[in-house]
Nanobody, 127 residues
Framework: QVELVESGGGLVQSGGSLRLSCVAS????????IGWFRQVPGKKREAVSC????????YYADSARGRFSISRDNAKNMVFLQMNNLKPEDTAVYYC????????????????????WGQGTQVTVSS
């Protein structure tokens, strides 16, 4: 059974930074993708970024490219999302999710239908 737990959310001023963490368990060793997504109540879930465990290839949605950076620590089954120069429009609940690596590239096109999800962590950016 796949389990994902996010942490690192909080309140930050515009222009600030946060680092989100996702601890994963129950995944096939070295053959999975972890993506970060976000959602504002009443709005559609939005893809942010994805990283493949097999080769570390990363993908970013347009909203994240240049400001956010995804990384991994396979030994600890952790994936991180470093978010810099945060803006009020980045305010959302951020989720990490897992699926097969072939779905990772689709995150860059905005696809957000991964199979296994964490409970989410709130990020609030004040102006």
């Amino acid at each position: 059974q796949v389990e994902l737990v996010e942490s690192g959310g909080g309140l930050v001023q515009s222009g600030g930074s946060l680092r989100l963490s996702c601890v994963a368990s129950g995944l096939s060793p070295d053959y999975y993708a972890i993506g970060w997504f976000r959602q504002v109540p009443g709005k559609k879930r939005e893809a942010v970024s994805c990283i493949s465990s097999s080769d570390g290839t990363t993908y970013y949605a347009d909203s994240a490219r240049g400001r956010f950076s995804i990384s991994r620590d396979n030994a600890k089954n952790m994936v991180f999302l470093q978010m810099n120069n945060l803006k009020p429009e980045d305010t959302a609940v951020y989720y990490c999710a897992a699926d097969w690596p072939q779905y990772c590239a689709r995150v860059a096109d905005g696809w957000a239908d991964f199979g296994s999800w964490g409970q989410g962590t709130q990020v609030t950016v004040s102006s």
